[in-house]
């Protein structure tokens, strides 16, 4: 079925045609894709297409589509029961792995996704500290929860407004938003509001305004910041964890120690699963131990599990890290040997096969150096890659991935392809002047 009538179908029925608001291409225009499968690093569309694909779900096919070891588990997982209620011995081995892997993580609480995470670690963090306020970074994302679904005011230090309708001012008159790696706008906030602060809570590498690196020190930074004024640092890793190690980013990586840490994504090996953690006096808070209420239905569900538990061994076992370094590095320098070649104005930021192109050669360091960004030109390139068979994520702020099913001969025909793009863009310009 072709995509355009499949979409018409959709709007009917579900809201802006989509469950999820990127998956509608209004930041590149189009008609969204429609898939019907996938395996290793191909998906394969409803109009009868096969694309390699770097959008990974958002990441967490970190092994590729229907892999085998995460099929076999949730295939086996599925024939004992598909939920209870009731607690399984799968979940005691799932937090048993967890809190053996992540350094920062003494006790875990499973969930059922990364927004429930974060909402779980901002309410344990008012809740131990009996502080209100929560200071996060503009253009870090931490789910669709109403505290964290703000934008910053016209000053540093102004409390967020909402940037969703249904949220109240109520909800996020607690909320300080400030700029990303900017460690004396956190100061001025905690000298402003220093007693009140309950957290700070911090993608550790951005991905949610394209792939934006911790400059030198801002992550150890936060780490003097929050614990000289009494507040907690939350480390999100929903999109980090596992992602560029073994293990978490800001510990194992950054040398950083946070109070609270959110997993996601690669820890459900594509099934709904994340994880709340960090300090055993901070965690022994949460019901029904203590008074910060948490609770879930399908919390542990066995099938999650099952397919959380198989990607971590296979990670363990069959480790891809290196390969990851080596395709994203190859990508990267591609695209931005490419863009010089053609004098377009695009770089590429890459960290272990995580990478965006930027539309513009300003180095990105927040948000405000994000949205320089052209667009329309990345609009161009996303269309031109998926004619020739890539799919990239359709924004320019969000993240590619490379997973461990991508190949050599993917990654070259990806550099290859973006060649071909920029000559058709480049003649385009030239031809129009």
């Known amino acids: 079925m072709q995509h355009g009538e499949l979409f018409d179908k959709a709007k009917k029925v579900i809201p802006g045609g989509v469950n999820s608001p990127v998956r509608a291409f209004n930041g590149v225009g189009g008609t969204p894709v429609f898939v019907e499968s996938g395996k290793g690093a191909k998906i394969y569309t409803a109009d009868g297409r096969t694309l390699t694909d770097y959008c990974c779900s958002w990441g967490a096919m970190i092994l590729g589509h229907a892999h085998p070891v995460i099929t076999d588990a949730v295939t086996s997982a599925s024939g004992k029961g598909t939920t209870f209620g009731i607690a399984t011995p799968a979940e005691v081995r799932f937090a048993e792995r967890l809190v053996a892997l992540v350094p920062e993580m003494e006790m875990v609480r499973a969930v059922n996704s990364g927004t429930e995470a974060v909402m779980t670690a901002l309410r344990i963090a008012r809740g131990v500290t009996k502080r209100n306020i929560i200071l996060k970074f503009d253009g870090c994302y931490h789910g669709h929860s109403d505290a964290v679904l703000v934008k910053s005011g016209s000053g540093i230090l102004t409390m967020g407004s909402s940037s969703s309708a249904g949220v109240t001012d109520g909800a996020t008159k607690d909320t300080i938003v400030v700029p990303y790696n900017n460690l004396s706008a956190v100061e001025e906030a905690f000298s402003q509001y220093k007693d009140s602060i309950a957290a700070v809570i911090v993608e550790p590498i ?10 030198p020190g801002f992550l150890k930074g936060l780490r003097e910041i929050t614990r000289k004024n009494g507040a907690l640092l939350i480390c999100d890793e929903v999109i980090n964890g596992f992602r560029f190690s073994f293990s978490s980013y800001s510990s194992t990586v950054e040398g950083v120690d946070p109070d609270l840490i959110t997993l996601g994504k690669i820890i459900g090996g594509g099934l709904p699963l994340a994880a709340v953690g960090g300090k055993a006096k901070w965690m022994k808070e949460l019901a029904p131990d203590g008074p910060i209420y948490q609770a879930g ?124 793009v920029c000559e058709e863009i480049k003649k385009e310009a030239e031809g129009g002047r």
């Open 297 to 420: 239905t399908l919390s542990g569900n066995p099938l999650a599990v099952a397919a959380g538990l198989a990607v971590l061994d296979e990670l363990e076992s069959n480790s891809p890290y290196s390969k990851l370094e080596e395709y994203g590095l190859k990508i990267s320098s591609g695209v931005n040997n490419i863009a010089q070649e053609f004098s377009l104005p695009i770089h590429c930021v890459n960290e272990k096969g995580v990478f965006t192109i930027f539309c513009t050669k300003e180095e990105i360091t927040d948000l405000v150096t994000a949205k320089k960004s052209d667009t329309s030109l990345y609009a161009k390139l996303f269309h031109g890659l998926l004619n020739k068979g890539i799919y990239i994520a359709p924004s320019q702020f969000e993240c590619n991935f490379v997973s461990a099913s991508h190949t050599m001969e993917d990654v070259e025909y990806f550099t290859a392809s973006f060649k071909d």
């Open 206 to 215: 951005a991905g949610n305004m394209g792939l934006v690196k911790p400059l």
